[in-house]
């Protein structure tokens, strides 16, 4: 159900924002969204069977910003498809509740969007909200040929100008994305539930030829993790488990031993490092729930490589190969 009144006829974007339980963040999201340059938009706030009144802050006098309100919390993905169903504008942005975009974060993207030809994903500049601006949350999602994605630059030190160029995927915290090709590769998979739906889409959005581009210009304040929690084993075991089986669909057999083995040998190193330290993570969880789903998803995969229009060197040249930049969670980023 909603509730404002219609939007305008053909916005350019929908603005979908998933909530749960987001209290202050999703107040000032809000309003750093009403407050953008670009104002030819429509917004939906999914919200995940909130309990603390959060979604009170949903402006009823602006006709651009509607609620639909989920019974319980089915997760980002679901959510974010929930959302993304039934629009009819060129291009889906995504935008985090604890993520506060700057004015012309909007203008920005779509402006991104018209200047790249063949563009069908683009990611924001995301700097850390909760400390000093010249620390980056992440500068565009990487996929090594031997472990799991990592968000480039995440919690390094940068000052303008901001990386910009091809990456693998965008991160979804703040992302613009071709509605047409979400909708042809079915949108986000919902037994991710969260964590690592990001870059399986874009996966998909690839082999179908789409191409990814990280903006430096569409800026937006990220918390990280504000709603769930940095480092949880929630956000661990989702995390691990999900990596494999985006890679157990979407990677080219050609490369997809190198990657699976480098994902296995990289959830032992983290088990042991953290059983010295006396912590016990959901690691050996996620591998065997990982590979127990995999049996589920052979069709899926089956049906990716078939349909997928390119060959397997593209994939190749867009993974990042270089241990080091891997080890080091680089930027790593190409020209378009």
């Known amino acids: 159900m909603c509730n404002a009144s219609p939007l305008a006829a053909h916005p350019a974007v929908r603005v979908i924002i998933v909530n749960y339980n987001g209290g202050a963040y999703l107040a000032r999201c809000l309003k750093a969204l009403a407050a953008q340059t670009h104002h030819d938009f429509e917004a939906v706030v999914v919200d995940n069977g909130s ?140 037994r991710f539930f969260c964590y690592c739906e990001d870059v399986d889409l874009a996966f998909r959005m690839r082999l179908m030829g789409g191409r990814a581009y990280q903006s430096g210009k569409a800026v937006v304040h990220h918390v990280s993790s504000g709603i769930a929690g940095r480092g949880s084993d929630f956000g661990l075991y989702h995390g691990y488990r999900n990596g494999l089986w985006m890679t157990f669909k979407c990677m080219p057999m050609p490369l997809m031993p190198f990657t699976i083995a480098g994902q296995v040998m990289t959830l032992a190193g983290v088990w042991l490092r953290n059983r010295l330290r006396g912590r016990n993570i959901p690691v050996w969880r996620a591998l065997t729930d990982a590979f127990r789903g995999m049996v589920l998803m052979r069709a899926d995969r089956s049906r990716l490589q078939a349909q997928r229009k390119v060959g397997v060197w593209a994939i190749a040249r867009i993974l990042v190969w270089s241990p080091q930049a891997y080890m080091k969670r680089r930027i790593v980023l190409r020209q378009w």
């Open 51 to 190: 309990t603390d009144g959060s979604m009170e802050a949903v402006p009823t006098d602006d006709a651009r910003f509607t609620s639909m309100p989920l019974a319980e919390n089915t997760g980002f993905a679901t959510a974010n498809n929930r959302g993304a169903a039934g629009a009819q504008t060129p291009w889906l942005a995504l935008l985090n509740p604890d993520a506060f975009p700057e004015p012309d974060w909007l203008e920005n993207l779509l402006a991104e969007s018209r200047r790249l030809p063949g563009v069908t994903m683009i990611g924001s500049t995301q700097l850390l909200a909760e400390c000093d601006e010249t620390i980056l949350d992440g500068a565009g999602d990487n996929m090594p040929a031997f472990g799991y994605p990592w968000r480039g630059g995440f919690l390094k030190p940068h000052s303008p100008p901001w990386p910009a160029g091809e990456t693998f995927a965008p991160c979804a915290a703040a992302a613009l994305y071709d509605r047409a090709l979400f909708e042809a590769v079915g949108g986000f998979d919902e």
